[in-house]
């Protein structure tokens, strides 16, 4: 029986394609740089590589019959030309809705995407794009200081946008990998609705049952605290995008309803299934 390959499968939609598709027995290889050191349901074939070192690609497409793709901070490496080499039938990459919405030359996100959306289609992979806007599991950078004090602390909380949760991506991608009906597909993928920062933070004291407090943050300490993980100008970008969507959020997409067949999960529900995370 032919392989699903699934690359950054430690990450949140990596892990959660995997585990979906291990729950419909298919057989899964799951490829990441500790790949052999984290737990995986059962009949999950883990295989430590990285898609900077090319020479630890070509033993994990091995009988592969299509591939899941991220783009790594350091680019998009050779995996779909060495995919394509390999006799892979199809490919899914995750990318992002910013390769449409911003300009590359000023956004470090778009830059990224559109470098492997290119590499994808000059490997002649048969491949689909998936182009999701905000995920839901950007909220757990929240989860230390609800864990430590109770509080969030954001900018521009009235800020509103439409946030994914990464079961809805990963149901998504499993599509798109068993099937060759859905290739040369690019599909803009969001939430189900737009959502505040601040009812996102309702639905996680919700979720966790107990009340939450809500500070805001200036735009130089939010810069300040964003300068530790990201560069300069991603920290800026992301502040002058969170000011636009507190007039202008992004809009919701039909795609996801369209192609599972049912509405995406809501964030309310995200925070039900991530309120471990924040200490419940």
Request: aromatic share 6%; net charge neutral.
């Amino acid at each position: 029986m032919s392989v699903y390959l699934v690359t950054g499968a430690t990450g949140r939609v990596g892990r959660a394609l995997v585990a979906h598709l291990a729950a419909q027995g298919l057989p899964v290889r799951a490829f990441a740089r500790r790949a052999t050191e984290a737990a995986w349901p059962a009949g999950v074939e883990p295989v430590d590589g990285d898609l900077a070192r090319p020479e630890t690609l070509d033993p994990a497409l091995a009988g592969v019959e299509a591939v899941f793709l991220f783009t790594p901070l350091e680019g998009p490496g050779e995996l779909a030309a060495r995919a394509r080499l390999a006799g892979v039938q199809r490919g899914v990459l995750l990318s992002s809705i910013a390769t449409q919405k911003a300009d590359p030359r000023e956004n470090p996100i778009a830059a990224r995407h559109l470098s492997a959306e290119r590499a994808l289609a000059a490997s002649g992979l048969p491949a689909v794009v998936l182009r999701p806007d905000t995920f839901a599991s950007n909220a757990l950078d929240w989860a230390p200081s609800v864990r430590q004090s109770g509080w969030v602390r954001l900018a521009y909380p009235q800020s509103r946008r439409v946030p994914i949760h990464e079961q809805d991506l990963a149901e998504v991608a499993a599509l798109a990998l068993v099937s060759h009906a859905h290739v040369g597909q690019a599909w803009w993928l969001t939430g189900p609705r737009q959502v505040s920062q601040v009812e996102q933070v309702e639905a996680i004291a919700l979720a966790i049952g107990r009340p939450l407090q809500l500070g805001v943050l200036s735009e130089d300490d939010a810069l300040a605290q964003w300068r530790a993980r990201m560069p300069e100008q991603a920290a800026r970008r992301l502040l002058d995008y969170l000011r636009k969507c507190v007039d202008q959020p992004p809009a919701v997409s039909p795609q996801l309803a369209q192609v599972l067949g049912r509405p995406g999960r809501d964030f309310s529900e995200w925070a039900q299934d991530h309120c471990a995370d924040f200490g419940r």
